[in-house]
């Protein structure tokens, strides 16, 4: 069965803080997606990374990193000196292109992060 | 360029009626897909539509269908409505790729949600 899991429901932290985010995801299938999504109090789902299974690589976006693990199946999304603008509820997400469901996310619960001023 | 567009923004219903709710992709987008996300049971993914044909479909039930038009826009509709459908439903759009061998997706950009609520 697929599942991915965000241990942490709730996190705050006061501006300017390091805070990382974690997703942990579950697969037999070795050609997989994995995705971070933003929701802020407006609703939309705001994306943010994907990446594949065959790519291990540590990415960097300004005050985002990611940090892909396979070998502990782990997805972690860190945001360096948060800002009050990162208050939003953030998803990690799972797809897999070759089970026939292509577009179909598999969402963890999301982590609320509530960055203080 | 335009996001994907949903209207109405909210809709109140109550229960039994039908409700119909209208997603606009990203302009060059083919695939449209729906996503309930219901208080408690988070992102649940509905249906997968691309080229006007139902793709995909969730765990859910049959009253729970919709179309995709040949401008690739879509409508979900919800029949006999019950009060565990009041959620936020989100639709998304992608264009579809052949990649590595396999139909793949571009990452799926998502509207801003109707809140449907039934009473």
């Known amino acids: 069965a697929q599942k991915v899991t965000q241990a942490q429901t709730e996190i705050s932290v006061v501006e300017k803080e390091d805070v990382t985010l974690d997703c942990v995801y579950e697969?037999?299938?070795?050609?997989?997606?994995l995705f971070w999504y933003k929701q802020p109090p407006s609703g939309e789902l705001v994306f943010l990374i994907r990446?594949?299974?065959?790519?291990?690589q540590n990415e960097i976006s300004g005050r985002y990193s990611w940090n892909f693990q396979k070998s502990t199946s782990s997805f972690n999304f860190t945001i360096t000196a948060s800002q009050v603008v990162d208050s939003a509820v953030y998803f990690c997400?799972?797809?897999?292109?070759?089970?026939?469901?292509?577009?179909?996310?598999?969402f963890g619960q999301g982590t609320t992060l509530q960055v203080k001023p | 360029e335009a996001g994907v567009t949903q209207s109405p923004t909210h809709l109140i219903k109550t229960r039994g009626q039908q409700a119909t709710l209208r997603c606009s992709p990203i302009?060059?987008?083919?695939?449209v897909y729906w996503y309930q996300q219901a208080l408690g049971l988070g992102l649940q993914f509905l249906l997968w539509?691309?080229?006007?044909?139902?793709?995909n479909r969730g765990n859910f039930p049959p009253r729970f269908s919709g179309r995709q038009f040949p401008n690739y826009s879509s409508e979900l509709n919800v029949n006999a409505l019950e009060l565990e459908d009041s959620a936020l439903y989100l639709c998304?759009?992608?264009?579809?790729?052949?990649?590595?061998?396999?139909?793949?997706?571009?990452?799926?950009?998502f509207g801003n949600g109707t809140r449907l609520t039934v009473t």
């Open positions: 302009s060059g987008h083919t695939s």
């Open positions: 998304a759009s992608s264009l579809l790729y052949l990649g590595g061998g396999s139909v793949e997706n571009s990452p799926l950009h």
């Open positions: 697969t037999r299938d070795t050609t997989y997606y």
């Open positions: 997400a799972l797809s897999l292109p070759l089970s026939g469901n292509t577009g179909k996310l598999i």
């Open positions: 990446r594949n299974s065959f790519d291990e």
């Open positions: 539509y691309d080229e006007g044909e139902e793709r």
